[in-house]
């Protein structure tokens, strides 16, 4: 099983980038997704969350210091999850991962995290 974020990197204040989240060796489609991300120092927080409904219209969550800047979105095709982010502030620097779950039979997994700096 593996998680395989890229995308990060260093942007300006009000850039973008856009995280991607490649997945193997689960079935992708079964499983709900979120992006977190964590600073030194202090907890992993959530940042948006994916579920899975196969041929339906996905659930999307936002925490509220991202929403209306950050869009998650899932291709199940491509085993692949992503996160958009715009207006990126310097508060937004962190390790963002790529988190994977599965209610029944409980299983979760992790990616390796992806620095993203944002800085002038």
């Known amino acids: 099983v593996q998680l395989v974020e890229s995308g990060g990197g260093l942007v300006q204040p009000g850039g973008s980038l856009r995280l991607s989240c490649a997945a193997s060796?689960?079935?992708?489609?079964?499983?709900?997704l979120s992006w977190y991300r964590q600073v030194p120092g202090k907890e992993r927080e959530l940042v948006a969350r994916?579920?899975?409904?196969?041929?339906?219209?996905?659930?999307?969550f936002y925490a509220s210091f991202v929403k209306g800047r950050f869009t998650i979105s899932r291709d199940n095709a491509k085993k692949a999850m992503y996160l958009q982010m715009n207006s990126l502030k310097a508060e937004d620097t962190a390790v963002y991962y790529c988190?994977?779950?599965?209610?029944?039979?409980?299983?979760?997994?992790w990616g390796q995290g992806t620095q993203v700096t944002v800085s002038s």
């Open positions: 994916i579920t899975s409904v196969g041929g339906g219209v996905n659930t999307v």
């Open positions: 060796g689960f079935t992708f489609s079964n499983y709900g």
């Open positions: 988190y994977a779950y599965q209610s029944y039979p409980r299983r979760e997994y």
